[in-house]
């Protein structure tokens, strides 16, 4: 039977007085919050004597309440929903990645912000390529970068088997983004013999099939934010009607859903993900036939600067079953869809920032020979494309603070408005938080404790592989197959047998992560997502009208409820706590949109398909990053300061060798000239007089003359001569020789 409040309220308050039928049900106890504070404490009525007095039912919504939290909130949230980065004919995946995104947004976030932050350093890089006031053409070597470092983006997107991503396979990427002198086809003058060429096209088909359909994705945010300003007029214009009020707070509870259906206009998926990955792994077999042809591969000692001392003995790994499968991305991973998924951009990235770019800031493209060079041969004793960088930290936290930031404001509305105190609401919000979390931080563990592919011979490994085998299944399957043969063993039992044993071997091939996936991790999302549905259905319809819900007696704090009305609760000051808990999610959510509107501006000219149109906005971004990077550098003022006192604790000094992060300027680094790096040829004149291997006599005369082969572009530097003590200033031109005279 339902609970009528408006009743209970008339009869406790007509017979609660001295002498009252009703007086043994009045709360007599301590009072927390706004009721505690009001100088005319009004009648309470204790938990129990709700029940008695009022009933044990719920007090549903009327229709019309039910329906307007319905348009208000729920057709907003079902919108975002539908604008999420979805593949096509993908039901399972689709509905994987839809309970992963509602049950674990931290977690998912976490991916998301990272993938973010590392198309935002391709796009930078490419940005920086140049001076700040150049663009070049779409023929040039920019042109051919800002290719490069979006089929990257694309790749990052992709997972990889643990067995292709050592060491071999990050080369046999460098030199598939950076080279431009690999011939991929012995066959003279085809376009497909050029690895730029094949750059670029597949760069374009990546443009072309980008997923579209931004617009919506601004509309729904837009209606979301409309629905909560009507909520918070709502909540302010009728101040202390709680069901406004928990209206309100349940829009707080979801205001990181926008976000993350926002950055998906950022770390945006392919039309069509299988067919992309198909085409990525076209280019990545192709290098890789190339390496393993001697001929073709000595076309890309060219781009190696120092051929000699190049060693291709690495190549010999791209002939196992691995890499010759034609399979190096396996699935698409893109927007937090798999567990534990690093990418292959960063270790790339985060070499080529430390042997090249960083230390040369804009128009590290000048002599786009050396860094070509530079970018192919990466950082020494690379650990693969397995490694963690530790500034996803950063997007760690700002994913928690995003989740449980927004969360909080929807709490502080539950727990403070009347009845004071751990309520089903705040109870239910904190729940929904604490699953979060702690599906963020197993997942944390598991990705730092336990490795991947085969376990190490170690204690751990031992333990682990001891717990991971002839566990509960495998012994449940192996035993059922048993029985079956024992029982008949002809063909009414051979197709129950076979699918059993393939069951079983399709358990064992799975890794111990997999299998935490499947038994822990899903289930443990689905968990949390079908707990915040409850939360929106309970809310909608009013299944926490009832006693023990609005006693909030999770607590201490509760046990009673009271029957006032909105002048009293104005009275009593609940607009401040309402204020602070809707002043926070909004702040939040207002950073986290700023920062994904700044990173889709900042990032699109990488994946703009008309060039023109990409200069133009890369114009625009450079002109906004320079007129704001006094904001900009607020954060990175506190990185070197964090930085300097590390290194003062644990060098004993506070200065540190350079940054090997590349930083935006808009100023061009003045280099100080260097040596060049050319060959000593012999002088050709009448005489065969020799001092040496490097030095002639010029027409038998005193003065000694070196010549220098000139580097194929003007440059200015310092010609140092085995020999002799002082340097020499030299400028080279296109001269076919130049002459020095000591």
């Known amino acids: 039977m339902g609970v009528n409040f408006t009743l209970c309220a008339e009869i406790f308050r007509n017979t609660s007085g001295p002498g009252g039928s009703s007086r043994q049900y009045s709360y007599n106890g301590t009072v927390h919050g706004i009721l505690a504070q009001s100088s005319k404490q009004p009648p309470l009525i204790a938990y129990h004597g709700c029940k008695k007095l009022c ?25 975002m929903l539908l604008q999420a980065p979805y593949e096509s004919n993908q039901f399972r995946q689709t509905l994987l990645a839809l309970i992963r995104w509602v049950g674990s947004p931290i977690a998912s976030l976490s991916y998301i912000l990272w993938n973010i932050k590392v198309t935002g350093r391709c796009a930078m890089m490419v940005d920086m390529a140049t001076r700040y006031e150049d663009v070049p053409g779409p023929e040039s070597e920019f042109a051919n970068m800002r290719d490069s470092m979006l089929i990257l983006s694309v790749m990052n997107q992709y997972s990889t088997r643990f067995t292709t991503c050592g060491p071999a396979a990050e080369k046999l990427l460098r030199i598939g983004l950076f080279s431009n002198s690999l011939q991929l086809s012995s066959v003279a003058g085809e376009n497909r013999s050029s690895l730029v060429m094949r750059r670029r096209k597949l760069a374009t088909t990546l443009r072309n099939g980008r997923r579209r359909g931004i617009v919506p994705v601004f509309i729904t945010v837009m209606w979301f934010l409309f629905a909560l300003g009507i909520s918070i007029q709502g909540a302010f214009g009728h101040l202390g009607t709680n069901h406004t009020a928990h209206d309100l707070a349940l829009g707080l509870l979801l205001a990181w859903l926008p976000v993350l259906i926002l950055c998906s206009i950022v770390d945006r998926n392919p039309a069509a993900a299988d067919n992309t990955r198909l085409k990525l792994n076209g280019l990545i077999e192709h290098i890789r ?25 690495w190549t010999r790994e791209l ?59 990466g950082e020494e004793n690379s650990p693969g494309l ?25 709490f502080i509305i539950s727990f403070f408005t009347p009845t004071v105190g751990l309520g089903c609401r705040s109870g239910g919000y904190l729940i929904f938080v604490i699953l979060a979390v702690s599906i963020l931080l197993t997942e944390m563990f598991v990705w730092w404790f336990l490795p991947e592919g085969e376990l190490p011979e170690s204690p751990t490994g031992d333990w682990l592989r001891r717990y991971s085998t002839k566990t509960a299944l495998e012994r449940l399957v192996t035993g059922t197959v048993q029985q079956l043969e024992r029982v008949d063993s002809v063909a009414r039992t051979l197709e129950p047998r076979e699918r059993m044993w393939k069951l079983l071997k399709w358990w064992i091939t799975l890794s111990l992560r997999d299998k935490l996936e499947i038994f822990m991790f899903r289930p443990w999302e689905l968990v949390s997502t079908a707990w915040l549905c409850y939360i929106i259905l309970a809310q909608t319809v009013g299944a926490y009208q009832n006693c023990a819900c609005v006693s909030s007696t999770w607590s201490a704090l509760g046990g009673y409820m009271d029957f006032e009305d909105v002048a009293y609760y104005r009275s009593a000051g609940v607009v401040v706590y309402w204020s602070t808990a809707t002043a926070l999610p909004c702040f939040i959510m207002s950073i986290g949109f700023a ?35 006094w904001f900009r550098g607020i954060p990175e003022v506190l990185i070197e300061l964090v930085l300097k006192v590390r290194y003062k604790l644990v060098c004993g000094h506070a200065e540190r060798q350079g940054r090997r992060s590349l930083v935006w300027t808009s ?40 010549q220098l082969k000139p580097l194929p572009t003007p440059h200015t530097a310092y010609l140092r001569v085995p020999d002799f003590n002082e340097t020499s200033p030299i400028s080279l031109n296109n001269h076919d020789s130049l002459e020095l005279q000591h």
């Open 55 to 79: 009933g044990a039912g719920n007090a549903y919504y009327e229709w019309i309440d039910i329906a307007n939290t319905i348009t208000t909130w729920l057709l907003p949230i079902v919108g």
């Open 319 to 377: 002939t196992c079953d691995d890499y010759s499968s034609g399979d190096f991305f396996t699935q698409f991973a893109g927007q937090g869809r798999k567990r534990f998924h690093y990418g292959v951009a960063q270790p790339i990235l985060a070499g080529c920032e430390a042997t090249f770019i960083a230390a040369h800031g804009r128009n590290w493209l000048e002599d786009a020979n050396v860094a070509r060079t530079k970018l192919i041969h």
């Open 289 to 313: 036939t190339a390496l393993l042809n001697p001929a073709l591969r000595d076309t890309l000692l060219k781009d190696l600067g120092s051929p000699s001392s190049y060693d291709f003995d």
């Open 386 to 410: 397995r490694s963690f960088d530790f500034r996803e930290l950063w997007q760690i936290l700002s994913a928690m603070i995003l989740v449980v930031g927004t969360s909080a404001g929807a």
């Open 667 to 706: 100023e061009t680094k003045q280099r100080p000239p260097g040596p060049i790096e050319g060959h000593l040829v012999r002088s050709r004149h009448d005489t065969e007089e020799e001092a040496g291997p490097f030095l002639d006599y010029i027409n038998g005369g005193g003065s000694n003359t070196f």
């Open 595 to 629: 920062f994904i509107v700044t990173e889709w501006c900042s990032q699109s000219h990488l994946s703009s398909e008309d060039y023109g149109k990409a200069s133009q906005g890369l114009q625009r971004t450079r002109w906004f990053k320079k007129h704001t990077v």
